[in-house]
């Protein structure tokens, strides 16, 4: 199991911190009203549900895009969120040093959000369901990506997978999982192309580090 580093020290204490604090609040005052506006929601379009009168959802704002990663529906969802952040983000903030490692995980969060509203808003104009976005699973997606690439060889064991497998052979696999999931709408009630966004963001930020991508960095690095 690795050491706890810093940051991840720090973001998993501020969700943890957050859940909680919630759930004692709940208890003493009505607190739906204001925990909604900083969960994701689709934007308004015209002719969605979200424009038509009499609906009463908050909407989007651009705020949401970074707190939604704090909120979690369920002890068993922060728990599975948290162990993943500890697990893989650890090993990655201290190959990468923490400023590196912040930047990435707002990135790949950030990333998740976008296509994650993009997906929903699509969905909300066909007359679909307007429904919320939590969760840091799309910035663990990201570190997921990244644990693949800079430990592609180590071996991982899980719970729900108790075979060895190589981390860059799983990240593959649950990358397409997440895919043909998302497509087929198997599963409801899961983000999965936040899922999705947060391993693509993390790709091309990671790329971009490397000097892969078309625009430059100041220096390479890593390879």
Same mark, same amino acid.
């Given at each position: 199991? $690795? ?9 998993? %204490?501020?969700?943890?911190?957050? /859940? ?7 208890? @003493? ?12 929601? +689709? ?9 038509? =009168?009499?609906?009463?959802? =908050? ?8 707190? /939604? ?5 369920? *002890?068993?969802?922060?728990?599975? *969120? @948290?162990?993943?952040?500890? @697990? ?43 429904? +919320? ?16 690439? @800079?430990? $592609? *060889? ?7 997978? +108790?075979?060895? &497998?190589?981390? !860059? /052979?799983?990240?593959? #696999?649950?990358?397409? #999982? ?15 192309? %936040? ?20 625009? !430059?960095? !100041?220096? &390479?690095?890593?390879?």
């Amino acid at each position: 199991m $690795p050491p706890l580093s810093r940051i991840v020290g720090v973001l998993l %204490a501020l969700n943890i911190g957050i /859940y909680v604090g919630i759930f004692v609040l709940a208890r @003493m005052i009505d607190l739906n009203g204001v925990t909604e506006y900083f969960a994701l929601w +689709p934007v308004a379009v015209e002719g969605s549900r979200m424009a038509r =009168p009499g609906y009463a959802g =908050p909407g989007f704002w651009l705020w949401q895009l970074v707190t /939604y990663g704090f909120l979690h529906g369920s *002890n068993l969802h922060l728990l599975v *969120n @948290m162990f993943a952040l500890w @697990m893989f983000g650890s090993q990655i903030e201290r190959l990468w040093g923490s400023t590196h490692f912040l930047f990435y995980y707002f990135f790949c969060l950030v990333g998740a959000g976008v296509a994650q509203v993009l997906v929903t808003t699509m969905e909300t104009a066909g007359g679909g369901a307007v429904y +919320p976005t939590i969760g840091a699973s799309g910035a663990v997606f990201g570190l997921l990506l990244a644990f693949g690439m @800079m430990f $592609p *060889n180590v071996k991982l064991v899980l719970l729900f997978f +108790p075979v060895p &497998i190589k981390a !860059k /052979y799983f990240v593959v #696999l649950y990358g397409l #999982l997440e895919l043909t999931l998302g497509v087929t709408g198997t599963q409801s009630g899961v983000a999965h192309f %936040a899922h999705l966004g947060g391993m693509f963001f993390g790709l091309l930020l990671i790329q971009f580090w490397r000097g892969k991508l078309p625009w !430059k960095p !100041k220096y &390479i690095l890593y390879r």
